[in-house]
T-cell receptor, first 112, second 110 residues
């Protein structure tokens, strides 16, 4: 079975802190994604990566950056956390464009 | 970009009842998936179904790509079926982005 693992399930951070959310997949997938999910807004794409060191902005990249130094790992970085970044963050991966996408368990981030 | 609409937004069922969830999309798609989000937030793949019909136990799905809709059928519902069901699509040659509908929240009561 495909496994997408997010490093932290629940985090509480202070405004202005730098936050790292880590995601690892074990199926040699080329594509990886970061989404956030908010009530009433659904899932929105923050960034995606179609290969190592490659990244593309999604719908809401402001306030976020990403890093993909190795194929299996895709990190989401909040350079200076703000309260409006309180949300659930979901990582996903897939082999390629026409293939099934798999999600991690999600990371609940609260910024106070 | 492509629009994805799901209906109904909320659904309450008695255990054992059947239901049909609908997903309409505004453009041609080359990828369509159905997901179930459980109460703990995990998104679980149900079907990868850009066209045709598939069945998995009590669940089945049909996508009619030419008419731009997909249906998810749940038969003999159980309380563990509760959660939010999402439809997500990829549109456009070479596109990477998966666009989600707002979901259908299903509550199955004993």
């Amino acid at each position: 079975d495909v496994k997408v693992t997010q490093s932290s399930r629940y985090l509480v951070k202070r405004t202005g802190e730098k936050v790292f959310l880590e995601c690892v997949q074990d199926m040699d997938h080329e594509n990886m994604f970061w989404y956030r999910q908010d009530p009433g807004l659904g899932l929105r794409l923050i960034y995606f990566s179609y290969d190592v060191k490659m990244k593309e902005k999604g719908d809401i990249p402001e306030g976020y950056s990403v890093s993909r130094e190795k194929k299996e790992r895709f990190s989401l970085i909040l350079e200076s956390a703000s309260t409006n970044q309180t949300s659930m963050y979901l990582c996903a991966s897939r082999t390629g464009v026409g293939n099934t996408i798999y999600f991690g368990e999600g990371s609940w981030l609260t910024v106070v | 970009g492509i629009q994805v609409e799901q209906s109904p937004p909320d659904l309450i069922l008695q255990e054992g009842a059947n239901s049909t969830l609908r997903c309409n999309f505004s453009d041609s798609v080359n990828n369509l998936q159905w997901f179930h989000q459980n109460p703990w937030g995990q998104l679980i793949n149900l079907f990868y179904i850009p066209s045709g019909t598939k069945q998995n136990g009590r669940l089945s799905a049909t996508t009619v790509a030419t008419e731009r809709y997909s249906l998810l059928y749940i038969s003999s519902s159980q309380t563990t079926d509760s959660g939010v069901y999402f439809c997500a699509v990829v549109s456009g040659a070479g596109s990477y982005q998966l666009t989600f509908g707002k979901g259908t929240k299903l509550s199955v009561i004993p």
